[in-house]
């Protein structure tokens, strides 16, 4: 199969890396806004750990309904946040 896999583009008005610092270790993960719970697999929370928080939410939301999905983003390092 040599089609091209879709990334889910996440909306401006949403996107909560934007006061983070470029090069910070972040935490994404995906919460279902139904319930408020972030998504799991048996029990477990998925999470993903990276510098490029725009690219982790983007494959995150890969395959689902953005009206369905929000993305949070935590910086590991507070301090690092943009004052």
Known sequence: MTGTRQIARVPARRRPWADIVPGSVCIVTLVDRRTGCPLSVNG????VYTRSPEIAAEELLGGRDPTDWDVRVQALDPARRRQ
């Open 44 to 47: 477990r929370r998925i999470a």
